[in-house]
């Protein structure tokens, strides 16, 4: 599914704006290749960064 996010731009992550190819890991995670070029996991709630808080969302595009 292709998944935009919108919210804070945090350093190897998300940018806010940008379109991602995200796979359903379950209902509350999803797994997408982010800004670094790899695959990793974010929460569909409140995607961030790993050790810290976000201001964003996912929205289903």
């Known amino acids: 599914m292709k998944l935009k996010y919108i919210g804070d731009s945090f350093?190897?992550?998300l940018t806010d704006g940008?379109?991602?190819e995200g796979?359903?890991?379950n209902i509350f995670?999803?797994?997408l290749?982010?800004?670094t070029g790899k695959e990793k996991i974010y929460s569909r709630l409140?995607?961030?960064p790993f050790a810290?808080?976000?201001l964003g969302r996912?929205?289903?595009a």
């Open 33 to 35: 290749i982010d800004d």
């Open 52 to 54: 810290g808080r976000s």
């Open 58 to 60: 996912f929205e289903i």
């Open 18 to 20: 940008q379109f991602y």
């Open 11 to 13: 350093f190897e992550g």
């Open 23 to 25: 796979k359903d890991v």
């Open 29 to 31: 995670c999803v797994a």
């Open 46 to 48: 409140n995607p961030g």
